[in-house]
């Protein structure tokens, strides 16, 4: 359980490229989260800023806005959101949300990993990362660790998984 005042509130300046700042106040850590949830906040967005077009592979994000209106993103499509609205962002799309009002939009966020990825993806998410500047050899050891675990496995030829 966690109590509001207790949780730790981060500002994100300029969040996915937008204008503005974010507060990201996660509701639930990473013990609590288990395996396929990768965030649950409650994200506010003051006037006039915005939470920029970004892209999610190997997971999916869904926005439940609780206040405040705005213009949410989906694919390059303006949606306008106000409170009880929910959206969804599937594995491989893309979406951001935009504040032009004069009062916070505050939504819950709740990111979950699973479905699949292309190894080029993941290479991409990697790719100029120190660890994998430094050797060379990272695509083989991103292959062994896939191929190592249990935790994943491959759907089709270059295509891997989360198992369940």
């Not at 949830?37 to 506010?44: A, E, I, L, P, R």
């Not at 892209?55 to 989906?74: A, K, P, Q, V």
């Amino acid at each position: 359980m966690t109590r509001e005042g207790e949780r730790e509130i981060v500002k994100v300046e300029k969040p996915s490229g937008g204008e503005g700042y974010i507060l990201k106040e996660a509701l639930l850590g990473a013990e609590e989260l288990g395996a396929h949830c990768k965030m649950f906040s409650k994200v506010t967005l003051p006037p006039h800023s915005e939470l920029g077009h970004h892209e999610h592979h190997g997971e999916t994000e869904t926005y439940y806005i609780l206040s405040g209106e705005g213009i949410y993103e989906d694919n390059g499509t303006k949606i306008p959101a106000k409170p009880g609205d929910v959206f969804f962002c599937k594995d491989g799309d893309g979406h951001g949300i935009r504040n032009d009002g004069e009062e916070d939009v505050v939504f819950a966020a709740l990111s979950s990993i699973g479905g699949e990825a292309r190894l080029s993806d993941i290479y991409a998410e990697i790719d100029g990362h120190k660890k994998a500047v430094s050797n060379p050899h990272w695509k083989d050891k991103v292959r062994q660790v896939l191929q190592m675990y249990s935790s994943f496995y491959s759907r089709e030829r270059g295509v891997w998984a989360i198992a369940a």
